[in-house]
């Protein structure tokens, strides 16, 4: 198995997004580094909807990930529940 | 009740299946020229998979909401002056060489995703790079508005297209993305989606920008990383199209290797100028080059080409020299702007004494064997008043452009890479086995580069004297040369109020 | 092999020697001083006496190099185009072999750069 991650932005929209995968993934690093949070997982790194619309108070979509991704590494996967990164 | 909304994967179907038809006024193969020639050989189109589903509607809506935001951050990084809470001016001059290098790149882009959303068969595909050329035309922009702001207060900006047709440095990233054009659709999208976006660009638009804010430029780290957020799109297109390829038919896979194994190796070479940004133009750098190559080149890309063995693909050809190259590449490039500051559109500068202790702590193996030797003489030479420049052109590798400057490193560092190769009775230099491969398989094709010392040999370009060939490049006199003393300097010293630290920093290094 | 391409594919050499208003481009370096970061271009007169090549132009370009004047030039190795080489400074470039796009080295034995770190 081996690393997947996601680099989201270092600001207020991006913290709920790194709490719900801190929530949802067990063994996910997160680094801070200047203006940017690099979170790795091995494998697979799942970021759920329903998680992420709890932590903000409202319907929060899918595809606002992208507002706030700086660069990712896996295989993506996009539906409407969850953007989720995987390599085998 | 209202009719259930279709799922994401139904959404992007709609979008892009079906729109497309069998052509009869036309046949198929002249309606579409291009995507079959490079023999690459495509069953079904519609087995291609978006793996990111941006419909329309979300896309604009999406796009907006990121220009929003980094519209503010720049509005307001104008407003307050922000170029005065940088770290130092010396900063800038990787952002000069930015605009210069790298946004033409971006347009360029923009330009030929056009021409290949109307080129591939397959609309799946076409609306992929019709998304990705309006991306790209959007960091173009994004870029020439954060950037203007310097350019009100620092010179070398002010002309960047002009420049990258015609100034020696700049033929590199342009021969590169040109050599990218002038291929097939399926070579180009190759190139630059995976060899380029997919395995390399991480290393420009997350360390350094990272490092543009551990410097106080808020509004480059803004528009980085938001061009960064649609790199990630591009990035999962550059994936998809590699395995399509390979599934589609068995005779693609070692045509798919050789562009793997060609791009990289051209986008490598390209990216020893953001090495050098990395480690020498950041006054303060998070993270050095070396450990940028081995968390988002070694680790990152054998996960991805772990992955890939499954298609029979493998790492791009030469990536061992890449990674030995890794501890001496910022040294050498940065060593060769510093030789040729005079005709270059954005200061050079030679390390002080806490900068080559920080280089020597990241590089244990080669800055204080091979390099320091060097800048400490560049600095004697510069407090004797002769400030080192070379006086000559240098001899240029005939596919990356790129002096021939590279050593052998997995044999000698201190014997320059070379390879000759022989053409109708010619003969052309590269600067190592990564360029020679390109040249000899299509030689044709690199008999014709535009090398731009050459050039200025056949008089093409404005003149005989460096001055004149300047004019012709559309430097102004402070564009260029030493950063100490510069017109940029001083108007930083003005403004911090400061006699700065460098002159004291010079006599605590002649004194030690 | 053939280069692939959907229409008739021109040769054209760029720079071939026609194209250089009768110089011929040489490359030269001083191996092992990467004082100057590699080799550098020249257009010059096939005619050139090898002699004008060391006496004037060498030294109108390296001199600046801090080991430059404690060159030996009796104990100077020559190597042009990878094959060792001994120049007649009376001849020609032409004459000694020298071509359109030749490289050649010299090389200072017993001087591999300051404190002998190929710079």
Request: aromatic share 12%; with cysteine; net charge negative.
């Amino acid at each position: 198995m081996s690393t997947v991650f996601l680099i989201l932005q270092d600001n207020e929209d991006a913290r709920p997004i790194i709490e719900a995968i801190d929530q949802d993934n067990e063994g996910v690093v997160i680094q801070y580094q200047p203006g940017m949070v690099r979170i790795e997982a091995e494998g697979k790194l799942t970021v759920n909807r329903d998680t992420v619309s709890e932590l903000v108070g409202r319907d929060w979509d899918v595809q606002e990930v992208h507002l706030n991704m700086v660069s990712l590494s896996g295989n993506v996967e996009e539906e409407d529940e969850y953007f989720k990164l995987t390599r085998s | 009740m209202a009719a259930k909304r279709l799922n994401m994967r139904k959404r992007y179907e709609a979008l892009t299946r079906g729109m497309g038809w069998e052509t009869t006024h036309q046949p198929m193969d002249k309606v579409f020229p291009y995507d079959t020639y490079e023999g690459i050989k495509i069953k079904d189109w519609d087995k291609w998979e978006d793996p990111f589903r941006l419909a329309v509607d979300s896309y604009w809506k999406y796009q907006a909401e990121k220009d929003k935001k980094l519209y503010a951050i720049m509005d307001s990084f104008a407003q307050n002056n922000g170029q005065l809470n940088l770290s130092d001016a010396r900063y800038i001059n990787a952002m000069k060489l930015f605009i210069q290098g790298v946004t033409p790149l971006e347009y360029g882009a923009h330009r030929h995703y056009a021409h290949l959303g109307r080129h591939f068969r397959g609309e799946g595909a076409r609306v992929a790079c019709q998304m990705q050329s309006i991306d790209e035309l959007r960091h173009a922009q994004t870029q020439i508005h954060t950037l203007s702001h310097y350019n009100k207060h620092f010179n070398g900006m002010h002309d960047p297209w002009h420049m990258s047709d015609r100034v020696w440095y700049l033929s590199v990233p342009k021969s590169y993305f040109e050599d990218a054009m002038t291929g097939g659709p399926f070579e180009f999208i190759t190139s630059v989606s995976f060899a380029f976006e997919y395995v390399l660009t991480n290393l420009l638009f997350v360390p350094f920008m990272s490092g543009a804010a551990f410097n106080g430029d808020q509004a480059t780290v803004t528009f980085g990383f938001s061009a960064q957020s649609d790199e990630s799109r591009h990035m999962t297109l550059g994936l998809e199209i590699i395995k399509f390829m390979v599934e589609q038919h068995e005779d693609n896979l070692p045509i798919v290797q050789r562009f793997i194994d060609k791009h990289f190796w051209r986008a490598y070479r390209v990216l020893g100028l953001v090495a050098m940004m990395q480690d020498y133009m950041l006054p303060n750098s998070p993270m050095s080059w070396k450990a940028a190559w081995d968390i988002y080149f070694t680790e990152n890309c054998s996960a991805l080409f772990d992955d890939l063995g499954r298609y029979g693909l493998r790492m791009p050809k030469y990536h061992e020299v890449a990674t030995a190259e890794a501890e001496h590449l910022s040294h050498q490039v940065w060593a060769t702007f510093y030789n040729y500051g005079h005709a270059a559109a954005f200061h050079t500068w030679m390390p002080d004494v806490k900068k080559m202790d920080w280089l020597s702590e990241k590089y244990p193996n080669t800055f204080d064997e091979y390099y320091r030797p060097r800048f400490e003489t560049f600095r004697e030479m510069e407090a004797a008043g002769e400030r080192h420049y070379i006086n000559g052109l240098p001899q240029l590798c005939q596919v990356c452009q790129i002096p021939m400057v590279f050593t052998d490193v997995l044999n000698d560092p201190t014997m320059v890479s070379r390879r000759v190769s022989i053409h109708n009775n010619s003969k052309y230099h590269t600067c190592g086995d990564g360029c020679r491969d390109i040249f000899e398989f299509e030689p044709e094709k690199y008999i014709q580069a535009w090398l731009p010392v050459h050039q200025i040999y056949q008089g093409n370009c404005g003149g005989s004297e460096v001055s004149e060939v300047l004019d012709w490049y559309n430097f102004q006199p402070e564009d260029g040369g030493e950063y100490v003393g510069s017109a940029d300097h001083q108007r930083w010293q003005e403004w911090k109020g400061t006699a700065e630290s460098v002159s004291d920093d010079r006599t605590q290094a002649h004194a030690s | 092999m053939a280069i692939n391409a959907l229409k008739d594919y021109v040769d054209n050499d760029r720079d071939a020697v026609e194209n250089f208003h009768g110089n011929q481009v040489v490359y030269i370096d001083w191996d092992k001083h990467r004082l100057f970061s590699g080799a550098l271009a020249f257009p010059l007169p096939p005619s050139m006496p090898f002699a004008a090549l060391v006496d004037e132009l060498i030294p109108s370009v390296w001199g600046s190099h801090p080991l430059f004047k404690a060159i030996d030039w009796g104990d100077v190795e020559w190597i042009l185009d990878d094959a060792p080489f001994s120049p007649d400074r009376a001849a020609s470039l032409v004459e000694n072999g020298i071509g359109h796009k030749s490289l050649l080295r010299f090389v200072t034995p017993g001087d591999n750069g300051i404190a002998g770190s190929g710079s």
